[in-house]
């Protein structure tokens, strides 16, 4: 049976609700619950594939009834209205959430559908503050397990509104994975101990914080190695923490090109995944952009060391076979997959939607993580038009080139297309070249 991508949508008014939102969405996913919510402040209709999929996706559509929240719903073009009415058409479990008692109702003039489920529907009164965690659970020992059964938790939950305003804050001070955690051992020991007993006591104690990091280490790699079993993921034992978490990072963001047999990384491969799987120092300022000047060769010899273990390369930090696209690859993710986008573009016909290139770049890359306000296409890949041009493994018209698709900042909207390919030395480095990997299914 298909797994679904989410177990619930929340739906909610920026004005009044958002925090809200946010709350209830980190307490379900803390709970092991996969929850779709648009929290970022962007036009309307920039990701409007992708919510609506996420609609179709979850079986339970959660609304959060904020002071006013239903008063623009009379608007035919409202937001809100579009993901309830859609939500109802495709029969939804709904969730009315009442967050401070503070709903004021329905303007007479809102479509009847929607005044059923957000007044006929009874709410949960979810309590933003010490009793959060309770209400929570209560709400999904009720409504949710039935629908869809209960999850697994992992990691850690919090039990009431402080600790997960203090969790979101943490989240939004880095937005990214964090860092590999200290051990502070015991530095101070009782100056009057004889020598001998200081280094007995120094010594026990590198022992423990050795042992310490063997155990979390381990830990760390059989929890990466469980969430990833999608692809029978093996890591190899000497690994840095670091270097788990990108490979993490990375698996955790590969989408589905064909079934069971191809997946494509969501985004360009970035500076920061380069230098965390080599291990060395970088700017971290630069972690989020696309890594580019570096030649064919160069990250032949990263994803090498990354992942296709062969009688010549035994013992690479995976067990996956990991590579560039082929240039018909890239062009049918770009299309969609089976979706098969028709577009010119990667997601939409119109350039300044998806794609960064010339008329609207600055003459610049832009960091490759799906914040920046464009769009994806319908498998959630990211500028496979522009930002960088991507090096695929298909060797282009002449002897020595290989094949360049997407274009890239510095291109006219002619050359961002899905169709647009260019020739690429081998041994050549370009601040317009980057590229994306794949994920292939081993026969």
């Known amino acids: ?174 937005n990214r994975i964090m860092k590999w955690f200290t051990i502070i051992g015991v530095t101070i020991v009782v100056l009057a101990v004889l020598g001998e007993c200081a280094w007995l006591v120094r010594h026990h104690i590198d022992k423990d914080r050795i042992e310490a990091e063997k155990a979390s280490l381990q830990q760390l790699r059989t929890d990466i190695q469980e969430r990833h079993k999608q692809f029978a993921l093996q890591l190899r034992p000497d690994l840095t923490a670091e270097q788990m978490r990108t490979i993490d990072t990375l698996l955790t963001n590969m989408a589905t090109v064909r079934p069971d047999a191809l997946w494509m990384s969501q985004f360009e491969f970035t500076v920061g995944q380069w230098y965390s799987i080599k291990d060395t120092l970088f700017d971290e300022s630069q972690s ?54 028709t577009t010119l573009y990667a997601g939409s016909d119109k350039a300044d939607e998806v794609a960064w290139y010339q008329d609207n770049s600055n003459g610049h890359p832009h960091p490759s993580d799906g914040q920046q306000g464009l769009a994806p296409n319908w498998l959630d890949l990211f500028d496979m038009s522009g930002n960088v041009s991507e090096l695929c493994n298909t060797a282009y018209d002449q002897k020595g080139l290989f094949t360049l698709c997407g274009g890239n900042y510095n291109s006219p909207s002619t050359d961002v297309t899905i169709s647009s390919r260019q020739g690429f030395d081998t041994n050549a480095k370009s601040p317009t070249v980057g590229f994306r990997i794949v994920i292939r299914k081993k026969l």
């Open 288 to 341: 989020h952009m696309p890594k580019t000047d570096v030649s064919y060769g160069d990250i032949y010899m990263l994803l090498h060391e990354l992942g296709n273990p062969s009688e010549t390369n035994p013992t690479p930090m995976t067990n996956l076979t990991i590579g560039l696209p082929s240039a018909e690859e890239w062009e049918y993710a770009a299309h969609g997959g089976s979706y098969h986008e």
């Open 1 to 174: 049976m298909k797994t679904e991508k989410y177990d619930i949508f929340i739906s909610y008014r920026r004005d009044g609700g958002a925090q809200y939102a946010r709350i209830l969405q980190l307490m379900l996913a803390q709970r092991g619950y996969r929850v779709f919510l648009d929290y970022d402040e962007l036009r309307d209709g920039v990701f409007g594939k992708r919510i609506k999929a996420a609609i179709h996706e979850a079986p339970i559509f959660m609304l959060v009834l904020s002071e006013g929240a239903m008063e623009r719903c009379a608007n035919a073009d409202d937001w809100v209205r579009e993901e309830i009415l859609l939500a109802i058409q495709e029969q939804k479990n709904f969730i009315p959430i009442n967050p401070d008692k503070k709903f004021n109702g329905i303007k007479a003039d809102v479509p009847e559908a929607i005044h059923n489920v957000a007044c006929e529907i009874q709410h949960s009164e979810i309590d933003f503050g010490q009793a959060l965690g309770v209400t929570i659970d209560l709400m999904i020992q009720d409504r949710i397990v039935p629908k869809i059964g209960t999850r697994q938790q992992e990691g850690h939950v919090d039990d009431d509104y402080k600790g997960a305003k203090e969790t979101l804050q943490k989240i939004d001070r880095r």
